[in-house]
């Protein structure tokens, strides 16, 4: 039962989440990377405008990955980007009993698409709300990131931590696109178009998460709360020792309803000083 939600020995625990990796880089082999760089113009399609894709790989990794999460884990259900496209009142499920799986089966679909290698596969585990563990796979490149609740993040196998920026260093910071913010929020973001700062528009957000978990980046600030683009990066970055706040200095909350914009930083220091600049 993953191991009783990863709360069993640590033994046990580790062997869950090793299940739960193969499952995610089995379902990216068989789906995904076949994909990347091959696919046909009919393959590719609009969703609200041009920078918003889906492909038949998000389509195919999804449904793969339904399928063997849901039967590693019995009586769990998924919360996909693709599944909740298809039927929004799948996204309730979040605020329910049963533990959650947390699929964004191509994050970075645009990337993918044009065959750059900036996507990822992003899964977590969530219960009434609490993520207790995340996968971020990045099959192009061969990165795999693993995050348990209070075990800390590993890449590749090895810990990794956030650390802290240089005293009066330059931050660097990933935010929304301004194409996908409201007025409100735009004007919220211009705060980090300050002295001090270098923004800059995101990629993929689960790899813009792995940047802050292994201190490349510090500080990502986001406009929109799809569980499925944050709940992996949020827990890695905790566990590696970073924090996030939203614009009330609240915790993020994976079911929603949270103040926008918010961010996730290497430490909490960082946090609250881009809440201070929304």
Not at 143 to 160: D, H, P, Q
Request: aromatic share 6%; with cysteine; glycine share 10%.
């Amino acid at each position: 039962m993953i191991d009783e939600l990863l709360d069993g020995s640590e033994s046990r625990s580790t062997a869950a989440a090793a299940a739960v990796e193969e499952a995610v880089r089995a379902a990216a082999a068989a789906e995904i990377m076949p994909r990347w760089r091959q696919l046909a113009t009919h393959e590719i399609v609009e969703k609200s405008g041009p920078h918003d894709l889906v492909t038949v790989a998000d389509r195919e990794a999804e449904a793969h990955l339904t399928a063997s999460l849901t039967a590693l884990l019995p009586g769990s259900v998924v919360v996909g980007e693709e599944s909740v496209h298809a039927d929004p009142a799948v996204y309730e499920e979040l605020k329910g009993d049963a533990p959650v799986w947390i699929v964004d089966p191509v994050d970075g679909t645009w990337h993918f698409a044009h065959g750059d290698p900036g996507f990822c596969t992003l899964v977590a585990l969530a219960v009434r709300g609490e993520v207790l563990a995340s996968w971020t796979y990045a099959p192009a490149t061969g990165r795999m990131a693993v995050a348990v609740r209070g075990r800390g993040a590993r890449l590749n196998g090895a810990g990794i931590r956030s650390g802290s920026p240089a005293p009066d260093a330059e931050l660097r910071v990933a935010t929304s696109h301004p194409d996908y913010t409201t007025p409100e929020q735009k004007a919220a973001l211009l705060g980090l178009r300050t002295e001090g700062v270098r923004a800059r528009p995101c990629g993929s957000a689960g790899l813009e998460y792995l940047a802050v978990a292994t201190g490349e980046l510090d500080a990502v600030a986001f406009s929109w709360e799809y569980a499925w683009d944050h709940a992996a990066g949020l827990l890695l970055v905790e566990e590696a020792g970073g924090a996030h706040t939203t614009r009330a200095g609240e915790p993020f909350r994976v079911t929603g309803g949270n103040a926008l914009p918010f961010t996730a930083a290497r430490d909490r220091a960082t946090a609250d000083r881009i809440r201070k600049m929304f």
